[in-house]
């Protein structure tokens, strides 16, 4: 009997492992209202909203001390946050006041991420940089970091607002989809229909991502049609295999994938390649560029949409150091950031870091990470 | 729980039952699993003939035949009474090994035999940790998840390996028309599935599993066989990993999350007894093939993500339940 009880569960952990589908209407991870972007190059007028992070309780003054800072990513180990890393310690080095090292759980598991954090709790620090696995989940642990007195900044992914104090966002999410749908427009054709492969439908920042696209799209470039989004979970091969029976189940219906994550992108770029479909079916997607190096240069890729994040961790460790100055103070609405210059606030408690990148056959040898 | 020790292949020849009948006794699990494969095929291909296509027959039987191949070894060690929960660590250690070889210019045949010589040498301070140190095997390959995936992503630093040598992407090859990964996995199932049934060696991994001391005590050199079961399953880690690492033309030093799981499973719904015991090869391998044509057949079908789980969970509950009809008929 056991033994029946052991192969049920464990059929279901199999389940969560492969491949999971769903049908072309969007029920994404989230019921957040969408906001597209105009589709000219038309900036956001962001409307004005009161500080809402939190704040460290009887924080000690730290203006211009040597700040001991622990930088939590959702993992480390891959390409992406070994870039925010270095982002981090190069500003690190270039201010001269921030002992800054990087210690993460080596997959993206948030109940490892919070003892890590809790950790360093009580060890001792003076501020915490986090990505989170979970933005609900990891909001208690920050909160105790903030009534410990230590300044709390996320990059990358959010927590819930009232647990840390400042934000960066590497990219709103309304301008990463226009970027990606107008990527996907321009090769595909405006009546192109396409598909999407993604991590897991309830993975927060893909799940916004999605939401924004459809949004942009149905304004933007109303003839193309959505086909059909698949989980792949952060696994290359079953990326690659559910590329694969998109292709064979849509044939030449099919004229582009979007690939959500740096796992995806490239395994869904080599689905293409194999099937001998480079030229006709056309991949955009989120990824690092080195990932995606070689799809570019066989010119099977022609656009990867990224922001820099090494600028990313750079910016997060400016703000981290302004806040504990007290020179980026609740109702600021601008950081200075090193050599990234002026970054404006928004959402109330966010720093916004730019506009994406694509990245293209003619820039992506200038990156490396 | 049974001491009864499950040996398909020693059956009187006083009572011979007819040939279906001893069939499903000693295969009951598989041809389940096989019905429902076949179930499933049938019905997608009538919503949507193009799941029978080549191109999708080659996405179903060759994109997973890596997990197919690992589940061989796992299969062997959960029959002899143990179990390893660190195969999907040393398969992502083993990729890396390989692709480093590969890039820096090795004959490819070192690049795909390292990572069998390794996965065996690993393997073989498991088992006999296993085995003399008489440590529970759960706990040393716990120890061994850690220091592999910890390891790796010290060593590589989280880079992954492009550039790799055309040559060595094997698994994107083909053999008479067939793709490698396709050929590797039937060709080691049966394999293994005779050797299990016929060796002397392979029926011992029966007979120490059901009892060990049992085993023992009839002059079967149980600590080395366990050793030496480890070793296999070391072997058919790093064929797997060939696989693995050749299929894509970058390595990356992540692996999937839970592939350890996922092969275990394809072990266990394949009929292995996760008791040890009883189970075949082929029922592992038949697992790995029924859930990737579920994860094929849900796109093809259009069925909702929230509907996966409970598509799955109807599956293995009458998986399970036509097993226990088909042993309670037999007892």
Redesign the interface.
Known sequence: MRNRVLSALLALSFSTSLSHAQSAAWTGGDDLPTNPLACDATPATAAAKPYDGGSPTNAPDRKGKTLKVVDVPKLVGIGYFNATSKGIADAAKEIGTIDAKTDGPSKANIDDQITLIDNYITSGVDGILFAANDPVAIAPVLKKALAAGINVVGYDANSTPDARQWFVNQAEFNGIAKAMVDSMAKETGEDGAFAIVTSTFTTPNQARWIAEMAAYQAKCHPKMKWLETVEAQEDNILSFNQTNTLLNKYGDELKGVFGMTSVATPAAADAVTQAKKCGKVAVVGLATPNAMKPYVAADCVKSVVLWNPVDLGYAAAHVLRAVADGTLAPGATSVKAGKLGDLSVINGSEILLGAPTVFSKDNINNFDF | MSVIVDLPPTRPATERPGFLRRLFADYGQELVVLAAIIVLFAVVMLV?P??I?A??L??IFA??A?IAVAAIGMAMVIITGHIDVSVGALIGVLATISGTLAVAGYPVWIAWLAPVLVGMAVNACIGALVAYARIPSIVVTLGALSIM??G??SF?????I??LPPAFLIA?KSVFGLPVPLVFMVVLTVLAALWMRYSAFGRSLYAIGGNAEAALATGIPVERRTVAVFVIHGAFAGLATIL?AT????I???V????E??V???A??GGV???GGSGTVIGSTLATIL??T???A???V?????W??AV??LL??AT?LAD?LRRRGRL
């Not at chain 2, 590589?156 to 992954?160: P, Y």
């Not at chain 2, 999937?256 to 592939?259: M, V």
């Open positions: 949507n193009r799941f296509s191109n999708n080659t996405t994109g997973n890596y995936r910890g790796l992503i590589t630093g989280g880079t992954w492009t550039d994107q693995f299929q894509l033309q970058v990356q030093s992540t999937p999350p839970n592939l799981l996922t275990i499973t394809a266990v719904i007894s996760i008791l859930f990737a579920i994860g094929s849900l796109i093809f259009n069925v909702s993500a929230y996966l789980r799955i969970g293995i509950l399970v226990m």
